[in-house]
């Protein structure tokens, strides 16, 4: 059983619309949670660290539930830009944990 | 300031070659990942090296799998011999200390045929 588990998608949505993005762990012990963002053909980058009192970064607000070991990702008022994937990632020490990632699709 | 650096970007080669890829971390980082990026299994660590001393090896995934570094700005992964299955994506990532935020590289795109 993968360690990080996210629907695949594609996800696709209109500009402007608000979708989000769910992730499970299965690691209790995992000590950070974080997104990452990874458009086509490159590498992953940081997005935003995920924190139980929830963390908003403009249109982008992440949550940690740690007693259902479930992450989500919200994006409000989607722009063509987000298209990308979104991964998953629960840290333990050093070392990070990826989802598959959650494929985003943003049409005009 | 550049991040970090990965050559060869692209790489063909025929089963049973060696390969090696490079890394050049970011400057004063001093913890060093190697990740594998497949659709099947998407991204995995390999390796990780802290100080240059490596820390977990639990995932290279068998014997043909080799890394090294040799000093705190560049780091090696071989494969000898490659096999079809190898061919993915392999990515180098550095960080501040071991648990800071990782920056990647912008891969290496192996093809063995």
Redesign the interface.
Known sequence: RKEVEQDPGPFNVPEGATVAFNCTYSNSASQSFFWYRQDCRKEPKLLMSVYSSGNEDGRFTAQLNRASQYISLLIRDSKLSDSATYLCVAQMYSTLTFGKGTMLLVSP | DAGVIQSPRHEVTEMGQEVTLRCKPISGHN?L?WYRQTMM?????LI?F?NNVP??DSGMPEDRFSAKMPNASFSTLKIQPSEPRDSAVY?CAS?LA??N??F????TRLTVL
């Open positions: 913890s990942f299994r998407g991204l995995e660590l990780y802290n820390i977990d990515f960080s071991g648990d935020e990782q990647f590289g912008p891969g």
